[in-house]
T-cell receptor
Framework: EAGVTQFPSHSVIEKGQTVTLRCDPISGHDNLYWYRRVMGKEIKFLLHFVKESKQDESGMPNNRFLAERTGGTYSTLKVQPAELEDSGVYFC???????????FGNGTRLTVT | GDSVTQMEGPVTLSEEAFLTINCTYTATGYPSLFWYVQYPGEGLQLLLKATKADDKGSNKGFEATYRKETTSFHLEKGSVQVSDSAVYFCALSNAGGTSYGKLTFGQGTILTVHP
């Protein structure tokens, strides 16, 4: 079974530009989560999809962040415009209801200069 | 709100040494507790978990016991190997229903094991 896949693995952009991160969850996983680790601090929850619906987006830092999950399959996280403090590693995870284990991707390292 | 505090690293040990990584938490109710591990170049993997007080989670020689009286979930291993070198994250989930995946993480502890 393929794992959770994230694209790109690294992204370097300038302040004010737009970046879109993509996550392909494990096939059949209805639950998809986005997390972020900034500056070596703790990993923080951003939001949770159940299929194509946002179940909880309480962790989204501000309206420069937009997450979508078209058709309940892959998800994108867009940052527009990017700021310096957005630099960090963005993790995606997916799970099935049964077992309730989160499977994480390798993350996307975003650097805003 | 909920929070998790881990001992600060980095931790450097020799092979076959005993490992303890401390983790304490603050949460209302009865959270589930987890240890995740991130090996170099990989994503986070669930190492072990415990869902109620006095439960012991174990995997790959690692153990942690859910201590409600001390609000702790310390990670231990009797004899570490070089391959255990990784970043270890303590986490809790205090959300019920379908929100079990909303985790609160500690800051992570880097472990390096030398031959």
């Amino acid at each position: 079974e393929a794992g959770v896949t994230q694209f790109p693995s690294h992204s370097v952009i300038e302040k004010g530009q737009t970046v879109t991160l993509r996550c392909d969850p494990i096939s059949g996983h209805d639950n998809l989560y986005w997390y972020r680790r900034v500056m070596g601090k703790e990993i923080k929850f951003l939001l949770h999809f159940v299929k194509e619906s946002k179940q909880d987006e309480s962790g989204m830092p501000n309206n420069r962040f937009l997450a979508e999950r078209t058709g309940g399959t892959y998800s994108t996280l867009k940052v527009q415009p990017a700021e310096l403090e957005d630099s960090g590693v963005y993790f995606c995870a997916s799970s099935q209801e049964e077992g309730r284990v989160l499977h994480f991707g390798n993350g996307t390292r975003l650097t805003v200069t | 709100g909920d929070s998790v505090t881990q001992m600060e690293g980095p931790v450097t040990l020799s092979e076959e040494a005993f490992l303890t990584i401390n983790c304490t938490y603050t949460a209302t109710g009865y959270p589930s507790l987890f240890w995740y591990v991130q090996y170099p170049g990989e994503g986070l993997q669930l190492l072990l978990k415990a869902t109620k007080a006095d439960d012991k989670g174990s995997n790959k020689g690692f153990e942690a016991t859910y201590r409600k009286e001390t609000t702790s979930f310390h990670l231990e291993k009797g004899s570490v190997q070089v391959s255990d070198s990784a970043v270890y994250f303590c986490a809790l989930s205090n959300a019920g229903g379908t929100s079990y995946g909303k985790l609160t993480f500690g800051q992570g502890t880097i472990l390096t094991v030398h031959p």
